[in-house]
């Protein structure tokens, strides 16, 4: 099975609103991923966790908070987003170790109004 | 630095014609992998192919093959014989062997492929 799973795929909200993203494998990968997306650019990293912890945080505001409840779930929190925010938010996960090749999932598509 | 430079944009081909996708890299590390990634309008990236800097052998997979040259730093991809199921963007990428960049992927900006009937 090398499926990574997302939900929802698609997500409208307010800029007050509080919602969560999901993300989930069963590949036995220890390092998980997200990704933020915008029209006709490539993925731009936001955060990484390895071994469930947090690894790489690429200076991500605040208002986008990850968790890595165990190994086979990713969540994005989400709270306060701006409409610039809006993307596609793409999930990967691997095995820990760099060459590995990331499997990504397919993406939540988040509109902020 | 790591870079990844895909300098075509776009490219439109027929049908049956082949097409390459070049890809040019630029790194200090000894110890580097390249990966190439399609992304069809669905929005999900499908890995195609993981190269590994101490391995020049150059691969095939049914119509895709894949060159890859460290003395001029490219890792190119080609389809043979296009079909209008090719038609996404391909995006080249690089992730290092040290440990301060391990787990970063560096993309190219992709490259949008558009094949016609």
């Known amino acids: 099975d090398t499926e990574v799973t997302q939900t929802p795929k698609h997500l409208v909200m307010g800029m007050t609103n509080k919602k969560s993203l999901k993300c989930e494998q069963h590949m036995g990968h220890r390092a998980m991923y997200w990704y933020k997306q915008k029209a006709k650019k490539p993925p731009e990293l936001m955060f990484v966790?390895?071994?469930?912890?947090?690894?790489i945080n690429e200076s991500v505001p605040s208002r986008f908070s990850p968790e890595c409840p165990n190994s086979s779930l990713l969540n994005l929190h989400l709270h306060a987003l701006q409409p610039e925010d809006s993307a596609l938010y793409l999930c990967?996960?691997?095995?820990?170790?760099?060459?590995?090749?990331?499997?990504f999932g397919p993406g939540t598509r988040l509109t902020v109004l | 630095a790591q870079k990844v430079t895909q300098a075509q944009t776009e490219i439109s081909v027929v049908e049956k014609e082949d097409v390459t996708l070049d890809c040019v890299y630029e790194t200090r590390d000894t110890t580097y992998y390249l990966f190439w990634y399609k992304q069809p309008p669905s929005g999900e990236l499908v890995f195609l192919i993981r190269?590994?800097?101490?391995?020049?052998q150059n691969e095939i997979s049914g119509r895709y093959s894949w060159n890859f040259q460290k003395s001029t730093s490219s890792f190119n991809f080609t389809i043979t014989a296009s079909q209008v199921v090719d038609s996404a963007v391909y995006f080249c990428?690089?992730?290092?062997?040290?440990?301060?960049?391990?787990?970063?992927?560096?993309f190219g900006r992709g490259t949008q492929l558009t094949v016609w009937p």
């Open positions: 190269r590994n800097s101490f391995d020049e």
């Open positions: 966790y390895s071994y469930e912890k947090l690894s």
């Open positions: 990428a690089l992730r290092g062997g040290r440990g301060s960049t391990l787990g970063r992927l560096y």
């Open positions: 990967a996960s691997s095995a820990p170790r760099g060459y590995n090749e990331q499997f």
